[in-house]
């Protein structure tokens, strides 16, 4: 197994951080596309339509659905935080950007911001853009990246990380289960969303320091 290290992001690290993002989020278009052909509804009425035009048609449409919602993430993304890494989570103390280096390449990205208006008595640092390149993935990466997170959090004096991801997005969301984040709500990030029935799904990991408190 290659070595790996995680240090903070970089400027000459850019080209390479939005690459992993964006193959990151256009890989999980064919789950949406499965997942929807697999409702009930869908199959249904798939049975029941001859092989013709219409029916290609309604598969190019479903295609279009599985794609939008990652696209119009993506692009936001790109438009705002990942626009300027430097400026949107190393100018201040309490944000930070990592990346994963392993043979001289970047292969995986975490990044994390304070919560605006947190809940009251709240310090909550969010987590942001976890990604590993395919080809690494299996190798405790992902682990490593979410720890200096929460390591992180506690150095900073932060009660809660929170996160939102996909419930299509099954690795990261058994990943994040594993290391004790837990559920505390779902939303739709778009109309397409609730009408595919994907939701976001919301974490939070409450830190030691928090639970002690709490007591």
């Given at each position: ?142 682990k490593a990246l979410v720890r200096t997170v929460l390591q992180f959090a506690e150095v900073q004096g932060y009660s809660e990380i929170v996160l939102s991801t996909s419930m299509l997005q099954y690795a990261a ?43």
């Amino acid at each position: 197994m290659a070595p790996y290290h995680i240090r903070k992001y970089q400027e000459s690290d850019h080209k390479r951080v939005l690459a992993l993002f964006s193959s990151g989020m256009t890989e999980h278009i064919p789950t949406s596309f499965h997942y929807m052909l697999m409702q009930p509804q869908i199959l249904l009425f798939l049975f029941r339509v001859p092989l013709t035009l219409f029916l290609f048609i309604l598969l190019a449409f479903l295609w279009l659905l599985a794609i939008y919602t990652w696209r119009k993430y993506m692009i936001m993304c790109l438009c705002i935080d990942l626009a300027d890494i430097t400026n949107s989570y190393m100018s201040a103390c309490g944000s930070c950007f990592w990346v994963a280096e392993s043979g001289g390449q970047v292969v995986g990205i975490v990044g994390a911001l304070p919560v605006k208006n947190p809940p009251l008595q709240k310090k909550q640092l969010q987590l942001y853009h976890l990604s590993m390149a395919l080809e690494h993935r299996g190798k405790g990466i992902g682990k490593a990246l979410v720890r200096t997170v929460l390591q992180f959090a506690e150095v900073q004096g932060y009660s809660e990380i929170v996160l939102s991801t996909s419930m299509l997005q099954y690795a990261a969301l058994a990943l994040y289960q594993w290391m004790g984040f837990q559920k505390t709500g779902q939303s739709f990030f778009t109309r397409i969303s609730r009408l595919r029935n994907t939701p976001m799904i919301h974490l939070r990991y409450r830190l030691p320091c928090a639970q002690e408190g709490s007591l």
